[in-house]
């Protein structure tokens, strides 16, 4: 590496991980030059990377500056706008992590759960649909009706890999959105969370390193810091999720085990990865042979005419696990969620049935029921119809209540400034 990349790959690491914050002034070129012996013409050359990357600016007579681009892009700490995002390749090396990292968050996270209980609180830290919203009573009637005819045999019938007429739907259901997946490869779950885990727990060992989106979904922090791994952060974007430059050089340059990202409507952010990128994604992975899991829980609640296609859709070799569940779409708290494993499904079979045996066969009856009955579309419209309703309320009140500067955005939308949404503006 040439002397001025070195010294821009330092100072990129510096903001990266925070040593070097916001506004905050650099060292002037004079002052680098002489603490780290190099010529000014290095110095000058390697802070006009920085500034290309937008990680850094330039203010006449005052010197340099940690740039407002690179924090903006990041959407995490910092207001987001929609022109903030550095161009892929351009951002490429500025935003691919340079190390990986240590999860600590769990106290946090049951913090936050906690607080879930409240009934006097809006929780925005989590994301539980209101029961209101769900067809109870006539999963109800299902689950009677699975339980009537329940027999001994058919309880065995359930067991890993679970109901084969609830996998058959399931496998139904990939179709309608364009991804072939043979019930054979479904392994019926408690929970997307359980899949996410038994998938995670087969793909790792301790010490491996995972390359995750920043920010991410609590849960998967958790299960990394519960199996000790090493967490490797890719920047992801309000709009567009995962980076997928700095994702292309992180598997160029770590020896990463696993990937584990949302790519529809991603949690906390709400973003929507493209489909360009998504097919940009499966390439990557095919290419460096690394598994990805694929947390795909709110793929059903689109607001568009179609359902987003997962990463899934894209993979030619079986590398993608791609884990759902009926807990935001139909039946929460009847914990039943699958993985479509890929290569991997007679493992995660196997580590289901170490982990907690099997699913609840009434559960799992019931939720096949439904689905064979019909019904799940219609309520599907009605579902999406009303969270659209309550996600412009949700816009509106913001609107309202936080100041003008403050900016928001909505999946697969222009970012837009909540003073002028307020205004009446369309936020499309
Ligand atoms: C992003 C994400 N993944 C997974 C889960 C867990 O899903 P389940 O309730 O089906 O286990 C949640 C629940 O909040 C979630 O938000």
Redesign the pocket.
Known sequence: MKLYQRLADDISTLIRDGTLRLGERIPSVREISRERSLSTATVVRAYEVLEAQGLIETRPRSGFYVSGQWHAGRGSDGPVAASSKPSASAAASALAPTRSIRVDISELVFQVLESVRNRQLVPFG???PSPLLFPMTRLARCLSVGARNMDQWGTLDDLPPGSIELRRQIARRYLRSGVRVAPEEIVITS????A?NLSLQVLTRPGDIVAIESPA?Y?CLQAIEALRLRAIEIPAHPRDGIDVAAFAQTLARHPVRACWI?SNFQ?PLGALVPEDSKRELARLLDKHDIPLIE?D?YAELFFGRHRPKPVKAFDRKGLVLNCS?F?KSLAPGYRV?WVAAGRYATDIQRRKVMSSLSTSAPAQDAIALYLREGGYERHLSSLRRALAAQQQAALDSLARHLPDNVRISRPRRRIFPLGRAAGGEKCH
Request: no cysteine; proline share 0%; net charge negative.
């Open positions: 989590s994301a539980f929970g997307a969370l359980e996410l979904f849960g949302m949690n947390d829980v569940s807990s969620g």
